[in-house]
Every structure is written in C-alpha cells, then in structure tokens.
C-alpha cells in the first residue's frame, strides 16, 4: 500500500502537467507577449532605478570616505607587488 501512493501522486502530477502544456500550447502567442512585455517592464525598471538611485548610492558614499581618509593625514595603503616579490606599489 505504501509503495502505491507515490504512484497515484505522480499520476496526478502528470496529468496536471499534461493540462498546463495543453492550456500553454493553445495560448502560446498570448503567454509570450505578456512574458515579453513583463521583462521589458523589468530591463526599464532595473534601469531607470540604477540611473536615478538606489543601491548605487552606497558605492559612491564609501568612495567619498575613502577620500576623506586620504586627507585626514593618513598614510597611504601599499601592498606587495606579485610579479616582483620584493618591491612595493602604491594602491
């Protein structure tokens, strides 16, 4: 008995899925406007928010900082160069 069910519930899942392809296949052209009209919402969206504002400020207030740093009297950052293991570069 316990082997059955998920037998009966992957019959079911098929035939769900069976009537989604049906109803998709009779309205395709409908569906994939409004998919396509949907991303191009999206594309505008995403890009009027990343022109405008948003997330994007929070890269330009920590440059502001780092500037800030610099003219406080702090000494400058160096790191090790890879290609030549004994000198220093200047970041």
């Known amino acids: 008995m316990v082997s059955i ?3 009966r519930s992957l019959a079911v899942a098929n035939k769900k899925l069976a009537r ?3 109803f ?3 309205h395709r052209p409908v569906i ?4 396509n ?7 505008l969206c995403a890009t009027y928010t990343s022109i405008v504002g ?3 400020r929070v890269g330009r207030d920590r440059s502001k900082k780092s500037k800030k740093d610099s003219r406080k009297g702090k000494p400058e950052k ?3 160069c890879r ?6 570069c200047v970041l």
Do not use: C, D, K, W
């Not at 290609?83 to 220093?88: A, K, T, V, W």
């Open 83 to 88: 290609r030549h293991s004994g000198n220093l």
């Open 20 to 22: 989604f392809f049906e």
């Open 37 to 43: 009209t949907s991303f191009i919402i999206y594309v």
């Open 78 to 80: 160096v790191a090790v």
């Open 54 to 56: 948003g997330a994007g």
């Open 5 to 7: 069910l998920p037998l």
């Open 32 to 35: 994939q406007r409004i998919l």
């Open 24 to 26: 998709y296949a009779a």
